[in-house]
């Protein structure tokens, strides 16, 4: 079992920057790979970027040259630097991780909310 635990959040103006942190605790050996997805009000979930263990990253096109997704394997801790924010940007954004011993778990934060004013 894996949890997960997002901090870093707040409220921000437009053009501002947000570091998110998610920090895995328990049977993190078994993380394949972890990600970011956000979820605004009345939107479906989408990916916003993903690591693998060997730090190959992937962002959707809506955040690619302003958000950069890293880890710190030390730590157990992932991270989403976010610059140039935008109003669009707004969601609560949600920390996930799959199991590479058991296919198709995947762990899931609590999540944590964005704020991106005009």
């Given at each position: 079992q894996v949890h997960l635990v997002e901090s870093g959040g707040g409220l921000v103006q437009a053009g501002g920057s947000l570091r998110l942190s998610c920090a895995a605790s328990g049977s993190t050996s078994s993380i394949a790979n972890m990600?970011?997805?956000?979820?605004?009000?009345?939107?479906?979930?989408?990916?916003?970027a993903s690591i693998t263990r060997?730090?190959?990253?992937?962002?959707?096109?809506s955040v690619k040259?302003?958000?950069?997704?890293?880890?710190d394997n030390a730590k157990n801790t992932v991270y989403l630097q976010m610059n140039s924010l935008k109003p669009e940007d707004t969601a609560v954004y949600y920390c996930n991780?799959?199991?590479?011993y058991d296919?198709?778990?995947v762990y899931w934060g609590?999540?944590?909310q964005v704020t991106v004013s005009s």
């Open positions: 990600g970011w997805y956000r979820q605004a009000p009345g939107k479906q979930r989408e990916q916003v060997g730090s190959w990253t992937n962002y959707a096109d040259g302003r958000f950069t997704i890293s880890g991780a799959d199991d590479r296919l198709g778990t609590q999540g944590t």
